[in-house]
């Protein structure tokens, strides 16, 4: 089943930028309502189950639709103290779009809610809690959690990145299942043993989460600002690979898909 990252921004794509033309005050006033339906169109005519997350780690700050740019938390009016401009911004975008895509018939797409799984700020306003759309808005809880992902960064464990998102997202609905929507862990041999890293999540994931369905792996390398590199992929090393196939191999990860 295809996982989609519906993300509403524009070209260079690139990180730590402010809203630009598809910036959620614009998706609101219908300035993209063609594109939208055309998406949406699109997508019922595959005819077949179908993930999204629209507009992901929104309480993050590297993205141009997280909370931060649009209001952070500022109270929407003196008489609603503890709504807050960022969050209520979102959650109304959000909204809007899975209405306008259901109009069009698209109704085997299931909604991905899907959160950072540390908030940036770590502020109240900006809680996982204070973005969610609603249940009938959402089909899957998702999170991000990382393991060490750049040379001067902690080696953390999947645990570590996961235990507080994972109970938050449980709050949030008791029933919907959970996916890990991205994960990974660089190769930095001084640090850790990335494949004992894979070996320890993957049996943290079968006995620690019972609700989490799913887990996306982030298999990509990159060049960072210090031109050290960020090595994520699976096959970084023999012993990655080895370890990444032999966990996978096990009758828990070849299931059924989760959504029909």
Not at 61 to 83: K, L
Request: neutral net charge; hydrophobic residues 40%; contains cysteine.
């Amino acid at each position: 089943m295809p996982l989609i990252f519906w993300s509403p921004w524009g070209p260079p794509y690139a990180e730590d930028r402010p809203p630009d033309d598809f910036r959620l005050e614009n998706i609101l006033a219908g300035k993209w309502d063609s594109y939208i339906d055309q998406w949406a169109d699109g997508a019922r005519d595959v005819n077949r189950p179908i993930l999204v997350s629209w507009a992901l780690e929104m309480n993050g700050r590297w993205f141009p639709w997280s909370g931060v740019h649009g209001g952070g938390g500022q109270p929407i009016s003196p008489d609603r103290p503890q709504q807050y401009a960022g969050p209520e911004l979102y959650k109304q975008a959000y909204r809007y779009v899975v209405n306008r895509v259901r109009a069009r018939g698209a109704h085997r797409i299931r909604w991905v809610f899907h959160a950072n799984n540390l908030s940036f700020p770590a502020a109240p306003w900006n809680s996982i809690a204070q973005y969610y759309p609603g249940a009938d808005y959402v089909d899957l809880l998702g999170v991000s959690a990382y393991g060490k992902l750049f040379p001067d960064g902690p080696w953390v464990s999947l645990a570590t990145a996961m235990d507080h998102a994972y109970q938050e997202l449980c709050r949030l609905d008791p029933h919907k299942p959970i996916i890990l929507a991205e994960y990974g862990v660089g190769e930095f041999p001084k640090s850790g043993d990335k494949a004992a890293w894979l070996t320890e999540s993957f049996a943290t994931l079968e006995t620690r989460y019972p609700r989490v369905k799913a887990a996306i792996y982030w298999h990509e390398r990159w060049q960072n600002q210090d031109e050290t590199f960020s090595n994520l992929r699976i096959n970084s090393s023999p012993e990655a690979l080895a370890a990444y196939r032999q966990a996978i191999a096990k009758p828990f990860w070849l299931d059924t898909l989760l959504a029909q």
